[in-house]
């Protein structure tokens, strides 16, 4: 029996021995991996399991604010929030045993997300069936009213998965107002275009941190191990923009683009401190509301914008009808369902309207080039000047045109049958282009040159705004291109381009002693505790001409404004000096070379320096692209834009208005109050004060008056007494005096017990040609008897500036 159990032992010895050799070798390689894994891939692994458990949301730091120049706040950033999702934690294994399938929840959870966020659902649900990512943006800048919309929904219905991080959303308090000067800021956070572009490393900020360690239910593993790296706020900047010249800038700009609707490129224009160089006001039109930016409401851009698709649909042989939501918003969305699928044609047509969007972005007064024209003859006078070749007394013969080097065909001026024989300063105010290119042949190509370039206008002024261009000149080592003819037709501001912030840096050193000075848009940076950082000062360049040469340039260009192309720009009681221009513009062609317009176009400009005496404010005005068959003289439209922007600015900037004997008709005084006062009080008190009076009813005392006490009317105007007679109540009806002259008007408005307020044209310089071109209030306003309306003059016959 004992025999026969011992091959049983030795089985089971075997067994023992083969069980614990498994063990050993089993443990063996455990040990093995154990040891390959925490020594030596140590850190391999405790990466990758933090990288699996670790959660690392960034928190967006508060961007910079942006004030105007007396500390009003332009552009402000407040808390908002991002919605994401986890995908991997969307669906609840809970959920899937109670018979809710996964795709269920996604699609009851996308639902919700699309509804309260307005976002695509089809983007919701492609973004949660990446089961494979814990992170997935569903929207940005989420005002938090709709955050806790959203989480109220979400817990309703049982949806998991979805978080909530801090972020930060950017105003603009006043819409589309310096547009063109800020940029916008990008869902980035970052600028794009504008101060906010070109500061954009100092008013970010520095993003914070949240690091959270979490199970794969996105729950918090140690709640004490939750780090938190605060985000640090961005700088600020206060601008040199004074809003108040701002908005005197836009107000006329605006009228001006309504005044001109065939302007093709707009209206531009620069208020600057002659002085410092700061810019105080900048404007394009049409613009955009930076709030919006992808957002076109200009009607101008939007008509461009048709044209342009429907040259793409027509040479793709498509007939759609593509509503005029597409162009205000774009979006797939709202295309055509036909076009939706046609992968060509949407991103053509994403293309033009990416094409449109950038020129409302852009800022031509840095940007674009032009050819300056006549407002370019202040140079070639001042270069001439400075190096002796002329004086006010030299003479100039013009008869109309001029023969140059080996051109065949003569050089016109403006006035075609010749302005005679005239001073240097007469010369400017005819803006005469024969008298120019008599004068820059003394002054020689390379002279002529050597202060194009010392007058800044062969490079960029510096400006701290991005997208800076700087002209071009002609290439002076080619004779083809630089040689009498050029040098000719650039006498008169033809055939090269600048900018117009190089036009008007260079006017201000004309007019300032002749320092050329760099302009700038930001005063200073505040740190994010509101003290200052940096501050920018003033920076002289260099001395392109003597204050002997300023000096004369003021007295010429005062002229200019006083009895030449510029009188539309004269302001009562100001001296306002300057220069026009009708500037031509080469004729735009297709890919193939082939010229597409089909008339001749001009950019009207003026260019105006006040008071002359002491210059403080330089003004540039710019109406582009006109067609020849539209109003586009520099002197007859742009001028008076510039006037009416110096008559707000001057007073307001603290200059006092002074009037001459020439301009007594004009001064305007306050009317005194006289009511209860005997007939002959009354004389004493209104001739004290130069005004002249009539008198209805026969009553001993003045029961009442027109115009009231306070209100001021021209020292030309009549006071209505009323003796015992009860004033008209009833109100009137502005009459239209348009294509009046001032004399005419004045008379028709006192017909109807109304006062006229004279702009526009200084009363020495009125001919039979002068007539009103515009009133306010308009005609056919209700108003008041003993109103006063305003109408400006305009003399567009003998301002020729081409």
Known sequence: MGEKKKPRVNMTMRLRVLTALFLVIGFGLVGVRLLYMQVFHHDFYIQKATSLQTRDTFITPNRGKIYDANMQVLAESAEVERITVSPKAVVSETKEKNGVTADVQRQTLATILSETLDVSYDSVMEKLNKTDSEYEIIAQKVDKDVTKELNAKLEAAGCTGVYSEPDTKRYYQHGSFLSAVLGYVGSDNNGAYGIESQYNDELSGTAGRIVRVQNAQNEDIVPD?????????????????????????????????????????????????????????????????????????????????????????????????????????????????????????????????????????????????????????????????????????????????????????????????GHGMQTLTEALMNSCNVAMMQIVQKVGMARFYEFYKAFGLLDQTGIDLPGESRGQFHNTSETSDWNEVALATASFGQRFTVTPMQMITMVSAIVDDGKLKKPYVVKNVLNADGTIKSTTDPEVLRQVISEDTSAYMREAMEQVVAAGTGKNAYVTGYRIGGKTATSEIEKERDETGKITDTEDRYTASFIGVAPMDDPQIAVLVAINDLPESAPHGGGAIAAPVVGRIMEDVLPYIGVTASYDEDESDRREQTVPNVIGMTRDAADEALTNSGFEYIIHGEGETVTDQVPSSGIRIPASGRVILYMGEEKPTEQIEVPDVSGMDPDTCRDTLEEYGLYLKQRGVATSQITGDTTASSQSPAAGTKVSIGSVITVEFSDTTTVNDR
């Open 225 to 417: 191990t939750q780090q938190y790296i605060p985000a640090k706020d961005g700088n600020s900047l206060v601008l040199t923009i004074d809003s108040d010249i701002q908005n005197y800038l836009e107000k006329h700009l605006e009228t001006a683009f309504a005044d001109n609707p065939e302007a093709r490129d707009g209206v531009s224009g620069i208020v600057m401190n002659i002085k410092t160089g700061e810019v105080l006001a900048m404007a394009n039109l049409p613009d955009f509301d930076p709030n919006d930016a992808y957002h076109l409401t200009s009607e101008v851009y939007i008509n461009e914008l048709k044209t342009d698709v429907q040259k793409i649909l027509t040479d793709a042989k498509i007939a759609a009808v593509i509503p005029d939501k597409w162009y205000e918003e774009g979006g797939l969305a709202n295309l055509p369902e036909e076009l939706q699928k046609n992968d060509d044609i949407v991103s053509k047509l994403g293309s033009a309207r990416v094409n449109i969007l950038m020129k409302t972005w852009r800022n031509p007064v840095v940007s674009d080039n032009y050819e300056p024209g006549s407002t370019f003859k202040l140079m070639t006078v001042a270069t001439a000047y400075e190096l002796g070749e002329v004086n006010e007394d030299s003479s100039f013969y013009c008869g109309g045109s001029l023969m140059v080097g080996d051109w065949k065909e003569p050089i016109n001026c403006a006035n075609t049958s």
